[in-house]
């Protein structure tokens, strides 16, 4: 572990010469997707990162994330568009000016009208297609194309939520007229305009881009190509960038894989590591006894020791940072003071096991036993479900755990056929507006399995919601996480998880960002050989 | 012969339909839902409407008689309908994956026959020397290592003797082609999979050859041939060891009907794109209809290898007469 500290320090610290250095061209480059094929190629109906993985690279969007700052929370920059603009009308009007000098990779121009279609698919999805995250675009009033070199977006309320919304990675830009003929024709097709042309796809195995001469980042791609490997297995995976089958895989490996390669391979890997948009939490069946007393709910969150458990599970686990339900890195996250004040972060455990012990006792749950529904994956779900099983026992509570596949581990959740589950909370570019609606009542958020309803806390959510000014939108984003994780005790959150990219030091440009579906169109990467 | 062939190809059909049934029932036993997979599974945010609209998508809103009633008409016309993960055709999906588990299922019966049948051979006619006992430890050592973990110590001895030996470690491939297109690279890659499978085949037929050879050496046939003077090459290969391959046919059928489907950890071991790694994400993608055409197919291999394996019964045995 403490070599992969280093080596992520050496990776990261020096910032300024490595984005100086100069981009060499040519070359293909050969990435690991960990998983297997994604369902579709379109981005705008699916939610894995598989769909990301292969085809980022062959599509535009509006804005992004800045690939050279992507750990950032707020550096959007423009993809298409010229400049990000200023909102008018009271913040409810973004009118965003798009390039004239865009070509699909089949020759033809990209206009204002593509940019809107597009934008349509995704927030007004037509009836038989599948929009994944179009609920996260309820502000959204009307998208419109006045010219050809013009988007407007027209908001029902002003949001800061709104920017990062349209820095999506899925939000792929695909063209007008073939949306029209058929909108499913992008599931299985790609046409994008992107830095790398498609130039292959063996199904399952792999898939192939070339370099877009046409590409209107000048100078960009530096690679000639890139082959995308889907490999589900870990081993398989490390073993691939140990034998100079795969540069790296962009998602993220625990740190015992990490030092693997490391002892294996020296100098010739190097590492990055940043904080990742992902949480573990417990979701707590409210419909059941005793979980619908908060005091039990408090209890269970008091006897968990996160700011001790978190040094020792980051060496063995894909988890690190302790944080509240904001991400760790945000401007809106809760300071550790902050945290501190709120149950299942006091600094004192002792105390805070003793006032668990009490609340307790004064429910009529003492010796209080149930079962925990885990996901079966190993990384970070088995680890953090053993870990708070023991923490509960120091309070006298006896927890079993029930391991599942995925589908049955979903199937408990929205059925309702648990008293506690394992899960986690994986979200796309930093934007806590919209992440924190997980934890939002099940009647809002029903991918919230808590299974209750609070007017309440969703009433302060609204607010932060539509709180434009920063310092008042962070005094509200604290109340509501007292609400949501002390005096109501919705949630419980655990450790925020930790990403390692550990790649061949012959890959150079691409910096780690807090998700691992940002900053994967691969235009700045290049091959130092 | 031809009415015994016809026979046991028509009693194939209410096999298949039985299998059928069995699998769709199961499948629909099992909780949870391919689009909560498809759009959970990451953690993301979802829209809970796209949940909806994928459920009509893919057709499971509707009741279950229907879904059946589609689907055994489906197997009738040989059309299986689309993956409900993929919407891709289920027949494509399968054919992708289609040549490479069949290349290694014979590249491992090959590996496996050559083994088993000179070393059990050898083994029944050196029985209890220390040959007999080599093969034997050999054997046992072949049934009792798994293919997975012998898959993943060979590729880690791989990189790290051509670390030791070159400084630069190598792994073979990890995606596939096809053998016509690049021959090296399609062998590098099968070769260690065949090699990890065949031992454990190997070790099984081995036995098997074993203990049939020490049958058949001991009949009454073998032994007035021993006493009309003909010399052991000519008793061996000529009358005990074609019929001592009886049991081993049998053995080899079955094992190579079960490498078409059934290599689905040694296929993630490899990163091999093959059937038994395609049934493994059917499942657990909860894709029914992928599933279903999965089982359907290795039903159909079994059948048909069990028919292969009995008419060669007729030419290893002339006393055997099909009716």
């Not at chain 1, 038989?128 to 675009?137: E, F, H």
Request: overall charge neutral.
């Amino acid at each position: 572990m403490r070599r992969i500290l280093l080596a992520g320090l050496l990776a990261i610290a020096p910032t300024a010469p490595f984005a100086a250095e100069a981009g060499k061209h040519g070359g293909t480059l050969t990435y690991m997707i960990p998983a297997d094929a994604p369902p579709s190629f379109d981005g705008h109906r699916e939610a894995t990162f598989a769909t990301i993985h292969s085809v980022a690279p062959f599509y535009s969007v509006l804005l992004r994330i800045n690939p050279d700052n992507p750990s950032s929370a707020d550096d959007y920059v423009c993809d298409l568009c010229t400049e990000i603009p200023k909102p008018t009308d009271a913040g409810k009007t973004w009118t965003f000016r798009i390039r004239d000098d865009v070509k699909w990779h089949d020759g033809t121009t990209l206009t204002a009208a593509d940019v809107a279609a597009s934008w349509n698919a995704i927030v007004f999805p037509v009836p038989g297609v599948l929009s994944a995250r179009a609920s996260i675009y309820s502000m959204v009033e009307t998208i419109v194309a006045p010219d050809a070199h013009t988007v407007v977006f027209r908001l029902k309320f002003a949001t800061s939520a709104f920017l990062p919304a349209l820095g999506d990675a899925f939000a792929f830009i695909y063209k007008a007229e073939t949306l029209a003929k058929d909108p499913h024709w992008y599931e299985r097709n790609i046409l994008g305009s992107g830095p790398f042309k498609f130039a292959g796809y063996e199904l399952g195995q792999s898939i192939k881009g070339e370099r877009n001469p046409d590409y209107y980042h000048k100078g960009l791609p530096y690679l000639d190509g890139f082959i995308g490997i889907y490999a589900p297995k870990e081993s398989t995976r490390v073993e691939a960038i140990r034998g100079n089958r795969a540069a790296l895989e962009f998602r993220g490996l625990p740190p015992s894989a990490v030092d693997q390669l490391l002892k294996a391979g020296g100098d010739k890997i190097t590492v990055q590591t940043s904080d990742w948009n992902c949480v573990n939490n417990l979701t707590i069946n409210h419909k059941r006894k005793p979980f619908d007393d908060v005091r039990v709910r408090r209890a269970l969150a008091l006897a968990i020791d996160q700011w001790k458990g978190a040094p020792p599970l980051s060496k063995v686990t894909t988890i690190r940072t302790v944080g509240g339900i904001v991400f760790p890195g945000s401007p809106l996250a809760a300071t550790k003071d902050e945290l501190q004040q709120i149950a299942g972060f006091w600094p004192d455990i002792e105390k805070s096991r003793t006032e668990a012990r009490r609340l307790l006792k004064e429910a009529g749950a003492e010796g209080l036993t149930f079962e925990m529904v885990v996901r079966n994956v190993d990384q970070p779900y088995k680890y953090t479900a053993n870990w708070v099983i023991d923490e509960w026992s120091k309070i006298g509570v006896k927890v079993s755990q029930k391991v599942v596949p995925t589908g049955p581990w979903f199937e408990a959740m929205r059925g309702g056929t648990f008293d506690v589950v394992s899960e986690s909370a994986c979200q796309s570019n930093i934007n806590p507006l919209l992440d924190v609606q997980k934890f939002l009542p099940t009647n809002i958020s029903p991918q919230n399995y808590n299974q209750y309803e609070d007017a309440a806390q969703n009433e302060m959510y609204e607010k932060i919601l539509h709180e434009t000014d920063p310092a008042k939108q962070r005094a509200l984003m604290r109340q509501f996480e007292i609400y949501t994780l002390d005096t109501a005790a919705h949630a419980l959150v655990l450790v925020w998880w930790n990403r390692i990219v550990p790649m061949q030091s012959t890959v150079k440009g691409w910096k780690i960002s807090p998700s691992h579906f940002v900053n994967q169109d691969l235009g700045t990467v290049w091959l130092d050989q | 012969m031809y009415q015994y062939i016809l026979k046991r190809v028509l009693l194939t059909i209410p096999t298949l339909l039985g299998a059928a049934a069995l699998v769709f029932l199961l499948m629909r036993l099992i909780p949870g839902d391919i689009c909560l997979v498809r759009l959970g599974s990451g953690g993301a945010s979802f829209d809970p409407k796209a949940l909806i609209a994928c459920h009509k998508e893919i057709g499971v809103d509707r009741p279950i008689l229907v879904q059946f009633l589609e689907f055994i008409w489906g197997i009738i016309r040989f059309d299986f309908g689309t993956s409900m993960w993929s919407g891709k055709p289920v027949s494509t999906e399968i054919l992708a994956r289609l040549p490479i588990s069949v290349e290694i299922a014979l590249l491992a019966t090959t590996v496996a026959v050559g083994i088993a049948i000179p070393l059990g051979t050898i083994s029944a006619l050196k029985q209890n020397t220390w040959i007999d006992v080599a093969v034997r430890i050999f054997a046992i050592g072949g049934i009792a290592t798994p293919s997975f973990w012998l898959g993943i110590v060979s590729v880690l001895l791989v990189l790290d003797i051509t670390s030791w030996v070159s400084g630069t470690p190598w792994m073979p491939p990890i995606d596939y082609v096809p053998i016509w297109k690049d021959p090296i690279r399609n062998l590098s890659m099968a070769i260690l999979p065949a090699i990890t499978v065949g031992y454990r085949y190997a070790a099984v037929s081995m036995r098997m050859t074993r203990s049939a050879m020490l049958e058949v050496m001991r009949e009454d046939y073998v032994r007035t041939a021993r006493a009309k003077g003909l010399i052991n090459k000519l008793i061996i290969n000529r009358h005990a060891l074609k019929n001592a391959l009886l049991p081993v046919v049998t053995l080899i059928g079955i094992e190579f009907a079960f490498l078409i489907g059934g290599l689905v950890v040694t296929e993630q071991v490899f990163n091999l794109n093959g059937v038994g790694r395609l049934f493994v994400q059917a499942v657990q993608n909860q894709d029914y209809t992928l599933t279903q055409a999965l089982v359907m197919l290795t039903v159909a291999v079994f059948v048909f290898t069990n028919l292969a394996v009995d008419l060669l019964y007729g030419w290893l045995d002339p006393r055997i007469h099909f009716a």
